[in-house]
């Protein structure tokens, strides 16, 4: 549950009468309760009628417990400051005695039933119900030989489950978290409407969902993580829950047509479970586990909890990952960003992946509650039941950015230059900036998608599900040359000498410097000179900024001391003398349409710098001379010399099978006009298509260049 700061704001001579009209009845109240109630801002108001206690109190679990105010009417009542979004559970203290409120629907958590409200989360809906096919939450029962007793579980079967009799589904066991029951991923965790939304939008496979009950009692009252709770567990899931619901439903009985997740204990029970069955269950998902570590207590005087040992709980895990990476499409933990597990469950990961082991980590706003996980889940879903992805699939996965930045847009070039050669190349949307690099040489996973309020979702779109590491990408050549040597933006990393070229396709980039007309600014010597101070806005790409002023003995602290500013923000922007940066042919990009707006907006003089400031640029940022062209932008209206960056580069690491590069570079090549009629301008030069700089060119690349004469 979130961090709560909750203060009474209502004395009991004023009541509700002076509160914001704003207030509405919770959407969890039972049919014709008024209250609870929320506002806007995310305060609740509490109110129950006691009219003989002499004290009631509110206790949101996670924070203090409130005194509620007697009433004229003989009612308690409260208002909260504003909760965090997300699901709030409560009780009320009457008299000490602790109850439910009566004007609130029952929750099971705890161990007992609760009261709890819904605060609304700004802009996300994708747990609400929407007007899209809906599926089935089912309530069924079935004998446990295990307990020997009967027991309940809940199935979400798919929108079309019944109309569609021939149709084999695959199948997600998902687990509640302690003191919770089956019912917390239908109810509280709206499993149904997240699956609801995601299948219609073609966002996650059509699939059967089993919420059981993972309750159950162990020898010697054995509890939590320990071997003798989860073993029975693992006997309750694989020898009477799993077989009744292959016998019950039409779902798939292979192990990639199986997936397990769980929340809290469940996600321990799953992590123990799951990897110690790598043959029953084809993906995992762990949410916010406390096996890792951040819970424990150490009890007064005796020994300290010791370290997670994951070869200890899971022989073979760290010894052996090779095996748990051949037999687990996917294996997912995640964990709410102000958990107490959070740093735990970070070190845990970094570990396995030492060991070589694929492990997808996500991580969400909040503590340990419901949002983190009905997050987790929508994320989660995504990913299961997809196809492999991989160079050996022939389904490899590319590293790009937005469709109308370079990146993306080469991203779609090399997707369809490689389908005649029988590739199925799948564009991560999002792997972008200065963490491109890093994503292809640490093979990393697509991370979750995070909406771009400058770019609209058609233009970056989601990325498909289950898409697995990254295999290659674009990117600009100075992030690609800086990533390998450890400078620039990779300062202070350990240089990533194991990425390589594979092509360098020309796409000018230019700097740039102009003024405002309105400025008297016709060379940056004056800035110096002029008694007022001076504005300069950073616009566009590139880090030459700083080279420019150093060059004019100015820099963003000289003149900020003499009044000015230096920076890129909206109100830079808004209000500027000077403006450097680096901009090229294309109008739409995020990058480099702050150029193609202000020069609209503006009256600018575009300055040509000094011949040998420009070849220090030009050693210093392994750019060319050039020329920006007339026409470029308003204000161009004469060839003026400049730098020129010129390459937007496919690439990959050093242990791509060579005859992959070797057909990347082949499918670029024989494909040309697919460059063509870009809103970029693209070109193939056969003369620069394999330098790289610093950076080595792939050996299969290279083995292509060589055979059609381009290099020696």
Request: net charge negative; aromatic share 10%.
């Amino acid at each position: 549950m979130d961090r709560l700061g909750l203060v009474v704001l209502l004395a009991a001579s004023i009541g509700f009468a002076q509160e914001s009209s704003d207030f509405r009845p919770a959407s969890s109240n039972v049919p014709g309760a008024e209250y609870p109630r929320i506002d806007g801002a995310g305060r609740v108001q509490v109110r129950i009628r006691a009219p003989e206690a002499t004290a009631v109190r509110l206790g949101f679990w996670s924070g203090p417990k409130l005194d509620m105010e007697k009433q004229p009417d003989g009612s308690f009542a409260v208002t909260t400051e504003p909760l965090d979004p997300g699901f709030h559970y409560y009780t009320l203290f009457v008299d000490g005695a602790e109850v439910s409120d009566p004007g609130s629907r029952a929750f099971f958590g705890g161990g007992r039933h609760a009261s709890a409200v819904e605060i609304p989360e700004a802009g996300v809906d994708f747990y609400a119900v929407k007007d899209v096919p809906h599926g089935d939450v089912r309530s069924k029962r079935y004998f446990s030989k295990v307990t020997g007793s009967w027991r309940r579980l809940l199935v979400y079967t798919p929108p079309g489950y019944d109309r569609e009799p021939k149709r084999v589904y695959p199948v997600l066991y998902i687990q509640h978290g302690g003191g919770e029951d089956e019912t917390g991923w239908a109810t509280q965790g709206r499993a149904d409407a997240i699956l609801d939304n995601l299948i219609a939008a073609g966002q996650a496979k059509p699939m059967l969902v089993v919420m059981a009950d993972g309750n159950l009692p162990a020898p010697g009252g054995a509890r939590g993580y320990s071997d003798a709770a989860v073993d029975v567990f693992a006997r309750e899931l694989l020898e009477a829950i799993v077989p009744f619901v292959e016998a019950e439903y039409r779902v798939r009985d292979d192990a990639a047509g199986r997936a397990l997740a769980g929340l809290s204990m469940g996600g321990g029970q799953t992590f123990l479970v799951g990897l110690r069955n790598k043959d029953r269950f084809g993906a995992l998902g762990v949410f916010s586990t406390g096996l890792f570590g951040g819970i424990g207590r150490r009890p007064a005087g005796g020994p300290a909890i010791p370290p997670f040992d994951a070869e200890e709980r899971v022989p073979g895990l760290l010894s052996d990952a090779a095996s748990f990476n051949d037999a687990l499409r996917v294996l997912y933990v995640s964990v709410g960003e102000q958990d107490p597990r959070f740093e735990a469950t970070k070190k845990v990961v970094a570990e396995l992946r030492s060991h070589g082991l694929n492990v997808e980590l996500a991580s969400f706003p909040g503590e340990h509650e419901w949002q983190v996980w009905r997050k987790s889940l929508h994320d989660f879903a995504q990913r299961i039941f997809t196809e492999r992805t991989g160079i050996a699939e022939k389904r490899p996965v590319f590293g790009g950015a937005c469709r109308v930045c370079p990146w993306g847009t080469m991203a779609e070039v090399v997707q369809a230059a490689m389908r005649p050669y029988g590739y199925d190349v799948q564009v991560c949307y999002n792997c972008n900036r200065a963490d491109a690099p890093r994503f292809v040489s640490e093979a990393r996973l697509p991370p979750p998608y995070q909406p771009d309020p400058a770019v609209p979702e058609v233009l970056a779109p989601r990325n498909a599900p289950g898409l697995g590491p990254v295999d290659f990408g674009a990117t600009a050549i100075q992030f690609l040359r800086d990533a390998y040597r450890g400078k620039g933006f990779y300062a202070g990393e350990k240089p990533r000498t194991n990425l390589r070229l594979i092509a360098n396709i020309q796409d000018p980039t230019y700097v740039l410097v102009a003024a405002r007309a309105d400025s008297g600014i016709t060379d940056l010597s004056q800035v110096r000179q002029k008694v007022w101070p001076v504005r300069i806005l950073e616009a566009g790409i590139g880090r030459d900024s700083s080279r420019i002023l150093a060059y004019y003995g100015l820099s963003k602290e000289v003149v900020e001391a003499a009044g000015g500013r230096v920076g890129r923000s909206h109100e830079d922007r808004e209000a500027f003398d000077v403006v450097i940066g680096g901009g090229g042919g294309m109008s739409t990009a995020p990058e480099w349409s702050i150029w193609t707006e202000i020069s609209q907006e503006q009256d600018l003089r575009f300055i040509e710098l000094p011949d040998d400031l420009l070849a220090e640029l030009a050693r210093e940022g392994e750019q060319q001379r050039g020329t920006i062209p007339v026409g470029l932008y308003p204000g161009v209206t004469r060839p003026i010399p400049t730098v020129v960056r010129t390459g937007t580069v496919v690439y990959g690491r050093d242990d791509l099978p060579d005859a992959f590069a070797y057909d990347v570079a082949k499918a670029l090549d024989e494909q040309q006009h697919l460059l063509q009629w870009r809103h970029l301008s693209f070109s193939y030069n056969v003369h620069a298509v394999w330098r790289g700089y610093e950076v080595p060119l792939h050996p299969g690349a290279a083995r292509y260049y060589r055979e059609r004469g381009y290099m020696k």
